[in-house]
């Protein structure tokens, strides 16, 4: 249920107001003696007993009207909001002037159902008092707001299918918080269940993490993770970095604690997670830290906070990763994102730019929403957009997390027809809310000679900017590797080990893409040896011209920091191209663009008795001419190790 009023504080509010009268508005000494043992029994949170007491007290009086809010105060706090409803209507009808604050209180539960049109209404009763306090007249003002964001919501609903994703990763125990990696093929998620049974029960929960990968299309039975990332206490919300190898989570009450709940993280070597770590007090506070979600390049982790300094309850901080590889301080996203009132559950889309969140503070269905909001390239971020009906409704959402593509978000929810407490749901994301769309490269680093995994670092960086956006490692164990590539760019890619030529590709994903295909690529890395060839495949010229563009200063300033590092090194720099045109003029460019690349190193530096270069015109083809692509492939510059 959708942000129930603190009843209980309204209720002692309340009651102080009504002392401060001279007389109740009773006089029958049986109704106030009910009346005042159901204040006792509720000050207790006795609610049953309670209710009671105060049904005696209207049965003595039915025109008492401090027992009908009384009763209503009952009846909200234990969860029963339209019997709430029923009893402080009746407080209003006998008196509408009594206490105005019962306006407002009225009107916040009947926001809490969904009873719209009357929460406006009495919303606008409520402002239409004077003197009335201006926390409570700025709720209100907001609420209406929402109200009629609502009314009009309902009226232009979005599309939402909900499936759920099966017995393979649905129990009758509670599963929620997902976490996903952009190829979509692995998926981590929160299960709350009975210790040592398979019933849940409130009194002997435990929260574990289960994975489940896909197999031809369908989910794998989800399995514990087990140690060292599970233990006998509480594991909660969680996140995955987009390649599966990092886990951030939540832990609460643990001994290295920094405060109540601390984030905590893990790195996968193998099929193994290494011992979680507290990621300590520079990052952690004294009070409650969770729902971690990393962006996709690795170097910033979003999560929620009730930490001094915010704008109000819990917020969205962030932490970057600084260059000496620790965490900076937490960093308030600021007014856009924050609120006086609660935001959550922080998503950070694999395009790093688009977050979805959810918030009761901002425009909506009249408590916790889902939103989305996308920074520009200054990191500025843009107005929430709430989600809309039906995805959002009266009742709590939170926890939404969007695939690559963007076309399909996965979430938990409770609705009719689960198989059980909470389950995990995916729908098909309606455009207007999608993020940018993603794809990414995805293969196995090795060695060209002895086909064994190598662990080599790898470094995608775009080629407009010049920036590096993602930097990561192949597994050390299987050699695998996962790249996220956020289309609307062009990248290089760079991947290096020491002892070994590196390796450089690039992917043109500018423009307009619907229809994303993964790149599989296994990586061959060359060791150091003479003969040893790469293909400099960010070295760009302009058509039929040997004037190196600016996109081609990332390759070649690799190319000169590797010869740095390997200072005995003597390469042969080499210009090709395809079959289209004259041998004469085909010789002459590649000798020309040959020579500029050699130019370049010398005017930075490297000693030129390490260097020659040669044009081999379309004498050494490496593709078909007969296709565009194979002519682009040999249209190429390399360098070969002719000494070390």
């Not at 769309?437 to 060695?447: A, D």
Request: some cysteine; charged content about 25%.
């Amino acid at each position: 249920m959708k942000r129930l009023i603190q009843f209980t504080i309204c209720m002692l509010l309340t009651i102080s107001f009504i002392h401060a009268q001279e007389t109740l508005s009773t006089k029958s000494k049986k109704a106030i003696e009910a009346y005042n043992n159901a204040i006792n029994l509720f000050g207790k949170w006795s609610y049953n007993e309670a209710e009671i007491e105060a049904l005696k007290a209207i049965k003595h009086d039915n025109k008492f009207v401090e027992a009908y809010m009384l009763l209503s105060y009952i009846n909200a706090d234990n969860k029963k909001p339209k019997e709430a409803i029923d009893a402080l209507n009746k407080a209003i009808t006998i008196n509408p002037d009594f206490f105005p604050n019962n306006f407002i209180t009225l009107a916040d539960l009947e926001l809490s159902v969904g009873y719209y049109e009357d929460a406006k209404k009495h919303y606008e009763k409520y402002l239409s008092y004077q003197n009335i306090q201006e926390v409570n007249k700025k709720t209100a003002n907001r609420n209406m707001r929402s109200c009629n964001f609502v009314m009009d919501a309902i009226k232009n609903p979005v599309p939402f299918n909900p499936i759920n994703l099966g017995d393979s990763i649905n129990t009758g125990n509670a599963e929620y918080s997902p976490s996903l990696t952009v190829d979509e093929n692995t998926i981590i998620f929160t299960v709350r269940f009975l210790k040592n049974s398979n019933t849940y029960n409130g009194n002997t929960e435990e929260e574990d993490f289960f994975e489940s990968t896909k197999i031809n299309g369908k989910w794998s039975k989800a399995i514990n993770l087990g140690p060292p990332i599970n233990t006998q206490g509480n594991e909660g919300a969680q996140c995955l970095s987009s390649d599966g190898k990092i886990l951030v989570f939540t832990a609460c009450n643990r001994n290295d604690g920094v405060g109540s709940c601390d984030l905590y993280i893990s790195f996968k070597k193998g099929n193994k997670w290494t011992t979680p770590v507290n990621m300590g007090g520079n990052v952690n506070s004294n009070k409650w830290d969770s729902q971690p979600s990393i962006s996709p390049d690795g170097t910033t982790i979003y999560f929620a906070s009730a930490r001094p300094g915010g704008k109000g309850g819990s917020d969205i901080w962030k932490i970057n990763l600084l260059p000496n590889g620790q965490w900076s301080r937490a960093i308030n996203l600021g007014d856009t994102i924050n609120t006086d009132k609660d935001e959550n559950s922080p998503f950070m889309h694999f395009d790093n730019q688009t977050l979805y969140f959810c918030s009761d503070g901002h425009t909506g269905m009249g408590g916790r929403d889902l939103y989305y909001s996308r920074k520009d390239s200054s990191g500025k971020w843009g107005i929430p957009v709430n989600l809309g009906y039906p995805i959002n409704t009266f009742a709590d959402e939170f926890g939404l997390i969007v695939n690559a593509k963007g076309d399909t978000a996965y979430f938990s929810s409770d609705k009719e027809g689960g198989k059980g407490k909470l389950d995990l749901y995916s729908f098909e994301l309606n455009k207007a809310n999608r993020p940018l769309p993603v794809t990414y490269l995805k293969g196995i680093v090795y060695n060209s000679e002895t086909k064994q995994k190598i662990e080599a670092r790898f470094e995608l960086i775009n080629l407009k900017s010049s920036k590096v956006v993602y930097t990561s490692y192949s597994d050390p164990i299987k050699g695998d590797f996962l790249v996220t590539l956020p289309t609307e760019n062009d990248y290089a890619l760079n991947v290096s080990k020491e002892g070994y030529l590196f390796y450089s590709d690039n992917f043109t994903l500018s423009g307009n893409w619907t229809n994303i295909e993964p790149f599989i690529k296994n990586v061959p890395l060359v060791p150091i040896n003479i003969g040893g060839t790469v293909v400099l495949k960010n070295i760009f010229f302009e058509t039929a011209k040997y004037d190196l563009k600016k996109e081609s200063y990332i390759e070649l300033n690799k190319l000169i920091a590797f010869l740095k590092t390997n200072v005995n090194l003597k390469i042969e720099i080499s210009g090709h191209t395809d079959n289209i045109g004259g041998k004469e003029y085909n010789q002459t460019l590649s000798e020309n663009r040959a020579n500029s690349v050699y130019s370049y190193l010398i005017d930075k530096g490297i000693d030129s008795k390490r260097l020659t270069f040669k044009g081999y015109g379309d004498t050494k083809p490496i593709d078909t001419n007969d296709t565009d692509l194979g002519r682009s492939n040999n249209r190429r510059t390399e360098f070969k190790i002719i000494s070390q």
